[in-house]
């Protein structure tokens, strides 16, 4: 008798777990039906998140091309994301032809009417490394300062670098460390390495180089490469005193989630 009653349990709970996927699976279904209901009708919203599912194949196959074609809809509407996917499609050729020409035009847009940081920081890459368009360092500083400006920290962190070197904007350290220290302190790594090179060269700022053991401690705490090296470099030849000190900022600058470096 017990093992009858075991055994319709079994079933009984495997019927349930089938009850509950179909339902799921329904769910899922009529979600998808759904928002491509309306994006037929010509909701933008409705149209970018159908030109995700078929991008990401979530609830339906994969299927770059009707993702491009259902992003170039919503991009013809003003939404700034579908613009953003819809340049990068045409950049990478994935989902339609390559066409760089038409990729500019909706970063552009994006970048411009938008003043979305990502169009404006991608424009800044094309710029400087002449991907479509002709190598302009000063167009490629003027786009990464645009998404610096919004506290994109990438772009902090080259808009920093491109004036320390004088590329595109005129050289001045001590700018550069100022966008430097704010990609700081949004944890992005290359940013310490940078202030580290900075400080044990004394650009910009005095020569300091228990500061500069800080910087490097950071950027390797974040996996940099080169900065454990530099920063075991530097070690030796720190007196005994200078070395301990600069080793408890580092760890406080650590512990305060790169906050409390200086």
């Known amino acids: 008798m017990r093992i009858w009653l075991t055994r319709i349990l079994v079933l009984l709970t495997f019927s349930v ?34 030109a995700l599912l078929y991008d990401h194949g979530t ?51 994006a970048a411009e009417a938008g003043n979305d940081a990502q169009a404006q920081f991608m424009l800044g ?19 990464y300062i645009l998404a610096a400006e919004q506290s994109m920290a990438e772009a902090e962190y080259l808009t920093g670098i491109m004036i320390a070197e004088g590329s595109g904007a005129p050289e001045n350290d001590a700018m550069a ?13 290359d940013a310490f390495f940078g202030l580290g090179e900075m400080y044990q060269r004394g650009e910009g700022i005095a020569m300091n180089l228990q500061q500069a053991y800080v910087w490097y401690t950071a950027a390797a705490e974040l996996d940099v490469f080169r900065a454990a090296e530099s920063r075991d470099l530097l070690a030796a030849n720190l007196p005994a005193a ?18 409390n470096c200086e």
Do not use: H, P
């Open 17 to 50: 777990f089938v009850q509950v996927a179909e339902s799921a699976e329904s769910d899922q279904a009529e979600d998808f039906l759904s928002v491509k209901a309306r994006a037929e009708q010509g909701e933008a919203d409705a149209q970018y998140e159908l």
């Open 125 to 143: 890459e094309l710029y400087r490394y002449g991907e479509g368009v002709v190598a302009n360092q000063y167009e490629a500083f003027r786009w």
């Open 59 to 109: 609830d339906v196959e994969q299927n770059y091309a009707e993702a491009a074609r259902w992003y170039a809809q919503a991009a013809q509407q003003g939404l700034i994301v579908a613009q953003y996917n819809l340049a990068q499609m045409l950049r990478l050729g994935v989902g339609l032809e390559q066409d760089m020409q038409q990729a500019l035009y909706w970063f552009m847009q």
């Open 242 to 259: 200078q070395l301990l000190a600069a080793q408890t900022q580092a760890e406080r600058c650590i512990a305060s989630a790169y906050q």
């Open 177 to 189: 460390l100022r966008w430097l220290r704010k990609a700081a302190k949004q944890a992005y790594g």
